[in-house]
């Protein structure tokens, strides 16, 4: 008899991984675990202890508590570890689509719009 655990862990745990660009091998490898043992925890099959929850959320860079759906929202943060809105997150998202030469043609407008008229 197969038992399902909690839906949200086993959806978190893969949704978590993917953002980190990790494969099953690699997160497995970094939390000091089988890759069999993340197949399991993906599919519904089993769920972890404690002690494995907290090195996974160490490597997936998160609370424990947001793997196993327990925070609602988490905020994105850039390298400078500033919190990023979703107006912040969009407009970073379409000025990464742009070829360089439209990037650089962005950011000297954003810069005229900011400069102090004399």
């Known amino acids: 008899?197969?038992?399902?655990?909690?839906?949200?862990?086993?959806?978190?745990?893969?949704?978590?991984?993917?953002?980190?660009?990790?494969?099953?091998q690699e997160l497995a490898?970094?939390?000091g675990v089988s890759q069999q043992i993340i197949t399991h925890y993906e599919t519904g099959a089993?769920?972890?202890k404690l002690e494995k929850a907290v090195?996974?959320?160490k490597v997936l860079q998160v609370p424990v508590e947001e793997i196993f759906g327990e925070v609602k929202t988490r905020?994105?943060?850039?390298?400078?570890?500033?919190?990023?809105n979703s107006r912040t997150m969009k407009m970073q998202e379409v000025f990464e689509s742009l070829?360089?030469?439209?990037?650089?043609?962005?950011?000297?407008?954003a810069k005229a719009l900011v400069k102090p008229k004399a």
């Not at 905020?75 to 990023?84: A, E, L, M, N, P």
């Not at 070829?99 to 407008?109: D, M, T």
Request: charge should be positive.
């Open 99 to 109: 070829p360089p030469a439209k990037q650089r043609s962005v950011l000297e407008h």
């Open 1 to 24: 008899m197969r038992i399902l655990y909690s839906m949200p862990f086993k959806e978190n745990l893969r949704k978590l991984r993917k953002e980190m660009g990790l494969t099953q």
């Open 55 to 57: 090195r996974l959320a």
């Open 75 to 84: 905020k994105s943060v850039d390298q400078k570890g500033r919190h990023k």
């Open 29 to 31: 490898a970094r939390a």
């Open 46 to 48: 089993r769920t972890p």
